[in-house]
Structure formats: C-alpha cells, structure tokens
C-alpha cells in the first residue's frame, strides 16, 4: 500500500508539461482582464525599474507576512553592500484575527518603539511589503483582496492598506515617515538580488506560502490603464498560488490533498499554493500516513493523541526526516508523537515525506519555466528566491533543478538565493521610487 501512496504524488515529465501550459494560460488570462473568473490575478505592482546601482540613502522597510512582523532600517551607499538593522515583533493569533485598527495599531507601535530605539530624527522614506493578494492602484495605494495564512482582520478587505498604516502613525502622533512603495514579498525578493543582478527578472517565495513576480513589458499587459508611453515594463505580481481554484489543477489533486482540503479556512483556494508550501507540506504527509495508520500498514495500526491532530506534523519534520537516517526518524517519532516506530516503519515516512516534497519542487519548477519561457529568457536569467523551504528542505532545490531541465533542456536560469528579500527589498523599492521621482 505504500506503494499505491507514493506513487499518488508522482508527476511525470507529460503531466509536469501539462500543468506548465494550463499555469501559461492563466497568465496570459489574468494580463489580459480583471475579472472574478481570472483566479490568477497577475497584478500590476507600479514598480517600472530595477535598481541601478545609483540609489542612496538611509530607508524604513515594514515587513508583514506571517507570524512576525518587522521593522528595518536600511541604508544605501553606492557600489556597497545594503548596511541592515532590523528587529522582530510576535503577532499572536488574537491580533490577527481582531480588528484592522487593532492590527494596524500594533504595527504603529512596534514602528514608534524601533524609530525610538534606532535614534531616527529624522523623516524618512518607508517602504512597506505586505504580503497578502492586493490590487495595486498605485505604488503607493492598494486595496487588500483577501487576507491568506490565518490572518482574519475585520475592516481591512476591500480597504487601502497603505491609508490604513498612515491612520495608524496618525493616531500615534509620534511617527513621522513618508510611506513611497507598498511592495508584495516577491518584488522585495526580486529587487534585493537586482539591486546587485540587472538580469533578476522573476521573484520567487517558497517558504510559509509560494508566490513569484516578473518584470513584463506593458505591450504584454492588456489591462494596464496607466501611461504606457511613460515606460515601457512593469513588475507583475502574479499571485499563483491561486493556480487550479477553478478545477484546473484538480487531475493532481490526491486523496490526500483533498483531505486537507476540508479541514482548513479557505477550502478550495490557493490549491497550487497548498501543495507547494511549507504551511501544507507537513499535513498532506500527515493525512497520508493517517490512512496507512488506518491500514494496519504502519506503526501497527496505531497512532497518538498529538499525531491525530490537525497540523500536528510539521514541515520541519518533513525535512528533518528526509535529512536524517532511520535512527533520527525513530527519535523523532518517539520524542515528539509518543510512537515506537520500526525501521519498516520510518523507512516507509520516508517515503512518503519524499514524494510530497518532490512534488511540491516539481511543481514549483513547473511555475519557473513557464514563467521564463514567458520573457523568453531561456537563455539566460536570474530569479531570486527566498523562503524556508527552499532555503532549509534538503533535496527542494535538487529537485526543483531536475523538474526545471526536464521542461528546458539546455536552460541557462540561475536560481539566487535572496538575502532579506522581504525586508531589505522593500527599501530598495523605495530608493527606486525616490531615484524615479527625482528624475522626472
């Protein structure tokens, strides 16, 4: 039966080609028009230019995304490497689930506590990534679509997030910055590797959640209604994760999958995202291993009261068992769920947490190509990538590489790790923003 499991998650080359044509087709949709029926959204981030190497200056970067929330303090000289200081705030789940204006005054807060403690008197340039689906009316405005990864804030869908944080530093009364970029974690990625790289065209995130950017040119961007005679390329945010909530990706989708699929808030969305990203890895093996338990087939048919749980397997555990020899996975298995397990036993969760994983790298490689062959850039280019599972999962990147070639034989894209995308590369926006402005 472990056998029948593993080969669930297989994806040969002739399935892997196929979900690269059906992911081309819904960028070429979602450029084309807005619409409720374009679940990948391929949203235009105002973001025309890649550094240029001649940005300067000290810049605030506001970074929300996930658990923590921070603030950083970045400062540019030319021909130097970004100097960082950044400090980490925990969001709880009360907070993430209360109100905007409880949520926003928190990050006030922990902006007013950070700008005291730094000694910054004076006004400075702040750029904000915020990395939930957002439709951008501007570099400086965009209204939140819907909130992702447990965030529930009432009073924030629908509005400006951008106004909502300027509300914030107004009810303080004590912050005094100039918000310039509201920026998706992807384009930080992408321009924290392109203020070193102008060849970084694609950002990439694989960690909690999967999301990628591009540079694009405006021709190709059939419902930009801005200037198109002011530039000539824009930084699209393409918000795949939400590839396959139209049933487009539903020939993949496992017993599995489907089985998580019940159990968590946003049934039937971000499907592609979910079988990718660190936050889901860890209970589609859960749910495998769950029905091998039911089978008599491992662990003698019995599990325990942690294993049963909801999320109760970690990602970590995924990559810690893959990395590790029988020995580690029977401590994991012991230490943590209160499971004797055998060296039948680990050898078949080994498995098991490898096909999930291979999958997800062979399905993340999927989304990389198709997006290089959409630049035509075959021939050479970089795409940053930052996040935990690309960065910590012992054999993601391999596979991911494998996957890449398979689909272009010959390829010369160069996968570079981002450091700090997400924090740092939302001030470099900012500096582009303000190197931008004063040259107009």
């Known amino acids: 039966m472990v056998d029948q499991v593993v080969s669930e998650f297989s994806i040969p080359l002739d399935k892997l080609q196929e979900v690269e044509t059906r992911l081309t087709g819904e960028f070429n949709k979602g450029l084309a028009r807005e619409g409720d029926d374009v679940k990948v959204k391929m949203l235009v981030t105002y973001v025309h230019s890649l550094p240029d190497g001649s940005e300067e200056g000290d810049f605030l970067a506001l970074d929300l995304g996930g658990s923590n929330f921070r603030v950083l303090l970045i400062k540019l000289r030319k021909g130097q490497l970004p100097e960082q200081t950044a400090e980490k705030f925990v969001i709880d789940d009360a907070t993430k689930q209360s109100t905007g204006v409880v949520l926003f005054d928190f990050i006030a807060k922990c ?94 995130i694989l960690g909690t959640g999967t999301n990628a950017c591009y540079m694009e040119q405006l021709s190709a961007v059939g419902k930009y209604t801005g200037d198109k005679n002011k530039y000539s390329q824009v930084i699209i945010n393409c918000e795949w994760g939400a590839f396959g909530d139209d049933g487009s990706i539903d020939p993949w989708l496992t017993t599995y999958d489907k089985a998580l699929d019940e159990l968590v808030q946003n049934k039937k969305q971000q499907l592609y995202e979910k079988m990718i990203s660190g936050k889901y890895l860890g209970e589609i093996v859960r749910q495998a291993l769950l029905s091998l338990i039911k089978n008599g087939v491992l662990f003698g048919g019995k599990s325990s009261e942690k294993f049963s749980k909801f999320e109760g397997f970690e990602t970590q555990y995924v990559s810690m068992i893959e990395a590790g020899d029988v020995a580690n996975c029977k401590k994991i298995f012991k230490d943590v769920f209160s499971i004797e397990a055998s060296d039948e036993d680990c050898q078949s969760v080994k498995r098991v947490c490898a096909a999930v994983s291979t999958r997800a790298a062979r399905l993340a490689g999927a989304g990389v190509v198709a997006l290089v062959k959409k630049i035509n850039k075959l021939g050479g280019c970089t795409v940053a990538v930052d ?49 931008l402005t004063k040259t107009e």
């Open 111 to 204: 902006v007013a506590e950070f700008v005291k403690k730094q000694n910054i008197t004076t006004k400075l340039p702040l750029g904000f990534t915020f990395s939930f689906p957002v439709k951008q009316l501007s570099l400086t405005s965009g209204t939140l679509i819907r909130w992702t990864k447990d965030f529930t804030a009432t009073g924030v869908v629908g509005e400006n997030v951008v106004q909502l944080l300027k509300e914030a530093f107004v009810r303080r009364g004590d912050i005094d910055v100039d918000v310039v970029a509201l920026v998706n974690d992807t384009t930080g990625t992408q321009l924290a590797v392109g203020y070193l790289d102008n060849n970084c065209l694609i950002g990439l």
């Open 387 to 435: 996040g935990s599972l690309y960065k910590m999962h012992p054999t993601f990147r391999q596979n991911m590489d494998d996957a890449m070639n398979e689909l272009a034989p010959g390829n010369k894209i160069t996968m570079k790790l981002s450091e700090d995308g997400s924090g740092r590369g939302a001030a470099i926006v900012a500096a582009v923003a303000c190197r």
